[in-house]
């Protein structure tokens, strides 16, 4: 009994694998079911001449994983596009971690991480085409926008990772702004000012990573005030159930909807050729990550970018996952 059990696990253990990582015969079977299911969404307006784009990030590489073929696309049409990071991914002790060899990780460290971030950050946005002017760095604190948003609107905020309390990269938007919601909702208020977005690609609030969500809410309030709802477009990175399959690179299939956005108002972005080559080296450039998330970063180069024209699904429909 024993032994069944053991070669039922390892069993089970083996067809989880090919699941995830996709031999080669097994991405017929994706490529069959992907098409099929993405080819029946609505196709998504992409940006044209004279648009003015606003995609916000959460952390450096949320901007390529939901929206680089996006950006390339509506930039060879003739829009502009302006990119906008909350945070400078300065929370990521896993992966200091890994890029120290397992030595003990100081706040030092993960302030240099976060400056790195950005370094990467810019080099990606290049492999764009999106100029530097283009480029705002919030630098607001990295898993830490959720209690920003709910308890330290008004009370600074220490971050346990960096051990800062306002914000202190060069480069940001309003360095020594406090790490409070309060500054961050008026530095974001700023940004929307400057670009006049006609379209603002976020954050769903479906998304499982409090700091995407806590970006939605904030955003939506922003836009709320200037009457700009209607323009805001939402996106996906952390979707559930090992969410998006599989894993690694494989630009022939198409990405499909999340688990934790079933029920949202998808529309597909198709990318050619170009924009899925620049979003590849894109993702490439945010190297201190693809030691530690690469075959799940690598994953969001596909044949289309999916986005929705709702943050949530019809109320009481369908339960989050």
Same mark, same amino acid.
């Given at each position: 009994m024993k032994r069944r059990l053991l070669?039922? !696990?390892f069993l089970l253990t083996?067809?989880?694998a090919a699941v995830v990582n996709a031999p080669s015969w097994l991405q017929y079977a994706?490529?069959?079911?992907g098409r099929a299911h993405v080819e029946r969404?609505?196709?998504a307006a992409a940006p044209g001449s004279g648009e003015r784009v606003l995609v916000l990030a959460p952390h450096p590489d949320d901007e390529v994983l939901c929206c680089g073929g996006l950006i390339r696309q509506a930039l060879d049409a003739g829009a502009e596009v302006y990119v906008a990071w909350m945070t400078s991914g300065d929370g990521f002790e896993m992966d200091e971690l890994v890029l120290r060899r397992g030595r003990?990780?100081?706040p030092e460290d993960l302030r240099a991480l976060g400056e790195r971030r950005m370094r990467e950050a810019r080099a990606a946005a290049a492999e764009l085409?999106?100029?530097q002017a283009n480029l705002f760095? !919030?630098?607001y604190p990295d898993r830490g926008l959720r209690p920003l948003f709910l308890e330290n609107f008004y009370v600074p905020y220490r971050s346990p990772f960096t051990h800062l309390e306002a914000v202190a990269y060069p480069g940001t938007l309003r360095r020594g702004a406090p790490y409070t919601g309060e500054a961050l909702e008026r530095d974001l208020t700023a940004v929307f000012a400057r670009v006049d977005p006609t379209r603002v690609y976020?954050?769903?609030p479906r998304d499982a990573h409090p700091d995407h969500q806590a970006t939605s809410y904030f955003a939506q309030r922003v836009a709320g005030r200037r009457g700009q709802v209607g323009r805001l477009r939402y996106w996906i990175v952390h979707g559930g159930l090992e969410w998006p399959l599989p894993k690694g690179y494989h630009p022939q299939l198409a990405l499909e909807p999340a688990p934790r956005g079933r029920g949202l108002d998808w529309r597909r972005l198709p990318l050619d050729a170009g924009a899925r080559n620049a979003k590849h080296a894109a993702v490439l450039a945010h190297k201190s990550q693809l030691d530690v998330l690469s075959r799940f970063m690598l994953a969001f180069v596909r044949t289309n970018e999916l986005f929705s024209s709702t943050p949530f699904p019809e109320p009481g429909r369908y339960p989050v996952p």
């Open positions: 070669a039922g !696990l083996l067809v989880l994706y490529a069959w079911w969404l609505p196709q003990r990780v100081r085409g999106v100029p760095f !919030l630098g976020l954050p769903s």
